[in-house]
């Protein structure tokens, strides 16, 4: 089978996105060896983690024939056509105009619907441009992957979606999350960033949607010997969060690391005590499964997907409650055995994210759409 890809975010995002992306081609690649994974983006970032992806035995960049302004929205087509692609799978929200009648058969992966539940975050014209994106792809796409059964729902609410059309198909995190580092590893990686001999772990991009603040009132009154250390690129919102650092006297508790090494990561899960994430809002919640694998406890928000990347023994709040958020979090690290029954039961319920068993169910889907496509 030749299967091509919307490369856009692999060949070009080392966050988010970009993980998802170059982790389902290369696992679909390493897997099932027999098929051909093709990748159309318009460019390539030049960056080690992407050059290792595309070298990878079995996937095959391609560059526009005809470079144009909407050559990914629609241009795309003819050279999908010219190569014989069996399948095609929209990663992010996204399919070709047209694309259904091409007589190549569609997948769509939607991630969330946040710019729907929360229009405030985006601004008018991205809004628009989103929601007729994803609208579409909907629409003509013969399959849709959701992350997780809150997506599913909020497909179904907002653009009236045959649940029988969509599939729960949820993501895993970088195999280097799944095995300890060593003892010299982490050491190396505790001196470079200047890591505290005991903290809480935040990770994610320091925008308002993630609710750091919550977690920053929330420090007062959580014990003093843990420092707060926070991994994620700063946005306009992170204004705010030190302002109420400053306003709570807490510069010396918390640790702002940005631009760290996607290979450091895994040795900073594991050298934390407990990770805490009160997102408002998430499609999946990745960071949960990274700590869950990383054996820490995870205290999560409620209201989005959070409890079903968590599972029912991590520890839930609601987001905004701050009081609540400290509670949990004392709780964690005040009670040894609630904590190591929580690393043991998290690493139990994270295995149903197991990277064979996700691309196994994808390619399910795959050869369930081109037989159907073929009948």
């Not at 099932?32 to 460019?43: E, R, T």
Request: charged content about 20%; hydrophobic content about 35%; aromatic content about 10%.
């Amino acid at each position: 089978m030749k299967i091509g890809f919307d490369g856009k975010r692999a060949t070009n995002n080392l966050t988010g996105l970009g993980n998802y992306s170059r982790s389902l081609i290369a696992q679909l690649a390493e897997f099932f060896p027999q098929n051909q994974y093709f990748v159309y983006s318009q460019k390539v970032k030049e960056h080690p983690q992407i050059r290792h992806f595309l070298n990878a035995r079995g996937i095959r960049s391609r560059l526009p024939d005809q470079p144009g302004l909407f050559w990914r929205t629609s241009g795309i087509k003819k050279q999908l056509i010219k190569e014989n692609i069996d399948l095609f799978h929209g990663l992010s929200h996204e399919v070709p105009l047209g694309i259904q009648n091409s007589g190549i058969p569609s997948i769509v992966t939607i991630h969330d619907l946040i710019f729907l539940k929360f229009p405030h975050y985006f601004g008018r014209i991205d809004r628009f441009i989103y929601r007729l994106k994803a609208k579409y792809s909907c629409k003509h796409a013969d399959k849709i992957i959701a992350i997780s059964e809150c997506t599913k729902r909020d497909i179904i609410e907002f653009f009236h979606t045959d649940p029988n059309k969509i599939e729960v198909i949820y993501q895993s995190c970088d195999d280097s999350f799944k095995s300890p580092a060593s003892e010299e590893t982490k050491q190396g990686v505790r001196i470079k960033n200047h890591l505290p001999s005991r903290y809480i772990l935040n990770v994610g991009t320091v925008e308002t949607r993630k609710n750091l603040l919550t977690l920053i009132k929330a420090l007062p009154q959580v014990h003093p010997d843990y420092q707060l250390v926070v991994v994620g690129k700063r946005t306009p919102y992170a204004d705010l969060v030190y302002q109420e650092i400053e306003r709570l006297g807490l510069k010396d508790r918390v640790l702002f690391l940005q631009n760290v090494p996607f290979d450091e990561l895994p040795s900073i899960y594991q050298m934390a005590d407990a990770f805490v994430y009160p997102s408002l809002y998430e499609g999946f919640g990745i960071p949960i499964i990274e700590a869950l694998y990383s054996g820490i406890p995870v205290i999560a928000a409620t209201g989005s997907c959070l409890e079903e990347a968590g599972g029912e023994d991590s520890l839930y709040v609601s987001p905004l409650d701050h009081t609540a958020l400290a509670s949990g979090i004392n709780t964690v690290l005040n009670t040894p055995a609630l904590a190591e029954k929580m690393k043991i039961k998290g690493l139990e319920y994270v295995q149903k994210f197991n990277t064979k068993v996700i691309t196994q169910d994808l390619m399910n889907v795959y050869n369930q759409v081109l037989s159907t496509h073929q009948k």
